[in-house]
């Protein structure tokens, strides 16, 4: 279901649901003064041990010991009267950002379980986490939470802004694109996860605008496997676009943390369609990184690409190769190993990088469940080629500005690489 809200009523149907929400973003705090003496002090002492493990993981494991020249101590006084205050595990977490800001550090912050990147990070460092009580906080082992698909971000009036849509999942089905915001969802004021708790293969009313037009767009939720989504998305991106008389291959890795991604990337240039067009689209925008820098030797054209065969004629190629024009696509968005890709591509020259400079978030992290939530914790500087790109990221050879006024959402980087690609 999609639904233009074009008239005035709807418009003011809007605004006073924005009233309502504003009224029962106080409720938790009412609540609070209800609560027993008892279960009050405990939900303190809870929050406070949590701050507590927190400050202490970064200071013994952070990847400066100096802690770029901070009083740790010192700050850890100033937020602990805060913790103690905070009525939530959201307003827990608020306080603890604002502690972990002041390093000033990429992949540095606490996820609360009312995030997906609670569950993706989960997900990513799941080998990691199996020795830090993955099985406490997923019994099974099995990592998922309610959603639609979207990867997004809060704007200044804590609203969700769409960043990305991975393919194949009800968001992109939906015709959900990055730069909606999402306001309500059945009228109530829009939570990423909590939104769609117990509605998964329910009908979910979203509120949103986009390019200043308010709209209504049903999707239905589903319990997500992370890194299953982005694999699946990943796959379902590979597509052929025709331009110029010329077919332009284009393929999006989402993430890049784990070396199934790579495979996968390889054997979809290996086969139909992509394996026939004249050259690639390599979209590296949003998502996560986790990318080492030998995945750019798919473009070493020095080295040969073997097919082997098996007794019973099962036949695979391994160090696949293309050796056709490609491009790269990045933004804000491209971060971490993504980014020493950019670095790599555009240094050696193996193809032009399009879009806006990447995030500049280069550090090497690993995760920790503590409380009811996930530190990233930076615990490595990174040098690429001698040279450090943490807060610095990675320039574009060609600039283009997305476009977040557009009604239809057209992709001009998107549009620019096949330009360039197909001669026009």
Same mark, same amino acid.
């Given at each position: ?16 649901? %924005?009233?309502? *929400? ?16 008892? #279960? ?5 002492? !809870?929050?406070? !041990? ?18 770029? &020249? ?12 805060? @913790? ?8 827990? *977490? ?63 009036? &804590? ?25 309500? @969802? ?25 390019? &200043? ?23 379902? #991106? !590979? ?51 986790? @990318?080492?820098?030998? =995945? ?46 950019? =670095? ?13 400079? %990447?995030?500049? @978030? ?34 574009? %050879? ?27």
């Amino acid at each position: 279901m999609k639904q233009a809200i074009n008239s005035a009523p709807s418009r003011r149907h809007f605004l006073r649901l %924005t009233s309502m *929400a504003a009224a029962s973003a106080l409720a938790p705090a009412w609540a609070e003064q209800l609560e027993p003496a008892d #279960s009050a002090t405990s939900r303190v002492s !809870a929050g406070i !041990a949590t701050f507590e493990e927190v400050w202490r993981t970064v200071r013994d494991r952070f990847y400066d010991p100096h802690l770029q &020249g901070l009083d740790w101590s010192a700050v850890r006084e100033r937020y602990l009267p805060d @913790a103690t205050r905070a009525s939530s595990e959201e307003a827990l *977490a608020s306080v603890t950002n604002s502690m972990l800001s002041e390093l000033h550090a990429s992949h540095t912050r606490y996820y609360t379980r009312y995030e997906p990147e609670y569950y993706q990070l989960s997900d990513i460092f799941a080998g990691a986490l199996r020795r830090r009580g993955l099985e406490r906080a997923f019994p099974g082992g099995r990592i998922s939470y309610p959603g639609i698909g979207i990867l997004s971000r809060p704007d200044m009036q &804590g609203h969700s802004v769409i960043t990305g849509v991975i393919e194949r999942t009800p968001a992109q089905q939906a015709g959900l694109l990055a730069g909606d915001v999402i306001v309500f @969802a059945d009228g109530a004021p829009f939570q990423p996860v909590q939104s769609f708790r117990d509605k998964i293969g329910k009908e979910v009313v979203l509120s949103l605008r986009r390019a &200043g037009a308010f709209m209504q767009i049903s999707a239905t939720p589903i319990d997500i496997e992370p890194n299953k989504m982005f694999l699946d998305g990943l796959r379902a #991106s !590979a597509r052929i676009m025709r331009a110029n008389g010329r077919s332009i291959g284009y393929v999006h890795v989402w993430c890049y943390a784990g070396s199934v991604y790579q495979r996968t990337l390889e054997h979809l240039l290996s086969q139909s369609p992509l394996n026939e067009a004249d050259a690639l689209i390599w979209d590296l925008r949003d998502g996560w990184g986790g @990318a080492i820098p030998e =995945y750019l030797d798919l473009f070493n054209t020095r080295a040969p690409t073997m097919q082997v065969t098996d007794r019973n004629g099962a036949s695979e190629l391994r160090n696949v190769k293309w050796r056709k024009p490609v491009a790269m696509l990045v933004n804000g968005g491209t971060r971490s190993g993504k980014e020493i890709l950019a =670095y790599g591509f555009k240094k050696y020259r193996l193809g032009e990088v399009i879009g806006t400079r %990447t995030e500049g @978030a280069v550090l090497a992290a690993t995760a920790f469940l503590i409380g009811g939530g996930l530190l990233l914790l930076a615990v490595e500087d990174v040098h690429v080629d001698g040279e450090r790109l943490e807060g610095v990221g990675v320039a574009p %050879t060609i600039e283009v500005q997305a476009d977040p006024d557009s009604m239809d959402r057209s992709d001009p980087q998107l549009n620019r690489a096949i330009a360039v690609l197909s001669g026009v």
